[in-house]
Nanobody, 123 residues
């Protein structure tokens, strides 16, 4: 079982940037596909993007061109760089992991989840 801890959330003005980190313990992330999701109050959990264990990336249309996922296997950490933030990006952001496989937008595909980090974008 891999344990995931997100960090890097906070309050930022519209147009600003944040970088979220997802640090893993218990397993090396080298062979895991990682996903980022978000959930705003009163809404369902929403796919943001994913990176496969081979490095392939997949983004939701709502963040394409603004958000970038990367991974540092040596640090056992995955990142979500968020630029040009909008108020509608406000949510709790979660990272998730599944061994092997390819990217998926389905939350049920991922068996390991972090506790989330709050991102608030003010207008």
């Amino acid at each position: 079982q891999v344990q995931l801890v997100e960090s890097g959330g906070g309050l930022v003005q519209a147009g600003g940037s944040l970088r979220l980190s997802c640090a893993a313990s218990g397993r090396t992330l080298r062979s895991y596909t990682m996903g980022w999701f978000r959930q705003a109050p009163g809404k369902e959990r929403e796919f943001v993007g994913a990176i496969s264990w081979t490095g392939g990336k997949y983004y939701a249309d709502s963040v394409k061109g603004r958000f970038t996922i990367s991974r540092d296997n040596a640090k056992n950490t995955v990142y979500l760089q968020m630029n040009s933030l909008k108020p509608e990006d406000t949510a709790v952001y979660y990272c998730a992991a599944t061994p092997g496989g390819s990217t998926s937008y389905e939350p049920t595909y991922y068996g390991n989840w972090g506790q989330g980090t709050q991102v608030t974008v003010s207008s």
